[in-house]
């Protein structure tokens, strides 16, 4: 696969493609020693990548999520060498709407809260923000028609999360606690926390939600990919997943699970040593047995160069 790179006004036309993933990316410092960022997207039909710089007053450590037309990029952090850690936390929120790129970035109402590297995904207008790196405040919401930041209720424990993941199909998005295992649900419609599962065993920095059933990846104790883990949501239990094909490359500790549609999967990370996104695409469908089966399309990983002087790349 060929990376071809460009800052196109026109590309979108006001639609995404089906296949397409989108990144943050900081450069290496230029002559004047900052460090700029920018967006990434990786069109997966057409085979090519696009960026869109950011304004340089961006801040670094920030998350993305993108929410009908626009991509915001919220939180982050900035240097200040009077704090001990070397950097405060920043609660500014940039937006680029899809349909009008030559507006470019503009900054919107910023959180509450100052927030680096936050938890952070968009349902029904609404974007949830959730705790991360010492945040002083569990979570807030975003919404989009009010313009207007709002404090996210507290589940009933402290719990340390994992990624969360949205299952909109029931209105509510599911959140993992690393220590206890405990699995929980918010649902917003109704903005209450229910626990689903005290012990919900293994649960990766990255999941998605299929036809009712949970996915993430599985990784040994070596960090080596072993499988999918897979969770019927309705019946409440794990379900065993078969491979009728294999792949030479393993996706890494790390990597990323996408939903792409029509039960496709892929599992997607950078090569910082070669300068790359990789990826391997698979089908998913349940068997006769009550299981899962899984087939990769191919048998080593999908490559997508990116430009050099680009530093570190924060897929989303």
């Known amino acids: 696969m060929s990376g071809d790179t460009s800052d196109s ?7 995404e493609p089906d ?17 700029t960022h920018g967006l990434h997207f990786i069109d997966l039909e057409s085979n090519k990548v696009f960026i869109r710089a950011m304004p340089p007053d961006a801040p670094s450590c920030s998350t993305a999520v993108a929410c009908g037309n626009h ?28 349909k009008d790129l030559e507006r470019g970035w503009r ?19 609404k974007i949830y923000v959730f705790e991360y790196w010492g945040s002083e405040s ?9 313009d207007i930041w709002e404090p996210l209720s507290p589940p009933p424990e402290d719990i340390d999360l994992c990624v969360p993941v949205l299952d909109s199909s029931r209105s509510r998005i599911l959140v993992h606690c690393h220590a206890s295992d405990t699995l929980y649900a918010y649902y917003y419609d109704r903005k209450s926390w229910v626990c689903l599962e005290q012990k919900f065993c293994y649960w990766s920095d990255s999941a998605t939600i299929v036809d009712d ?3 993430t990846l599985i990784h040994n104790y070596s960090c080596k990919f072993r499988s ?11 379900l065993p997943v078969k491979w009728s094909s294999e792949f030479s490359v393993a996706p890494p500790l790390g990597s990323t699970l996408y939903r792409l549609g029509n039960g496709k999967l892929i599992s997607g990370w950078v090569n910082h040593i070669h300068k790359r996104f990789e990826y391997i695409r698979f089908n998913i469908w349940c068997n006769e047995q009550g299981g ?10 999908i490559t997508v160069p990116y430009p050099e002087d680009i530093s570190n790349i924060w897929l989303f």
Do not use: C
């Open 9 to 15: 006004f026109s590309y979108f036309d006001g639609r």
């Open 107 to 125: 900054k919107t109402t910023s959180m509450l809260f100052p927030r680096a590297f936050p938890l952070v995904l968009a349902a029904e207008g």
């Open 228 to 238: 999918l883990e897979a969770y019927n949501l309705l019946d409440k239990k794990h």
């Open 292 to 301: 899962i089966h899984a087939a990769a399309e191919h048998q080593s990983a």
């Open 19 to 35: 296949e397409l993933i989108r990144a943050l990316f900081g450069k290496y410092p230029g002559t004047d020693g900052e460090i």
């Open 213 to 215: 059933v949970l996915y």
């Open 71 to 98: 991509v915001n990029v919220i939180g982050g952090i900035r240097e200040n060498d009077a704090n001990f850690r070397g950097y405060d936390g920043v609660n500014d929120v940039f937006q680029l709407d899809l």
């Open 138 to 146: 569990f979570g807030e919401v975003y919404d989009i028609s009010r």
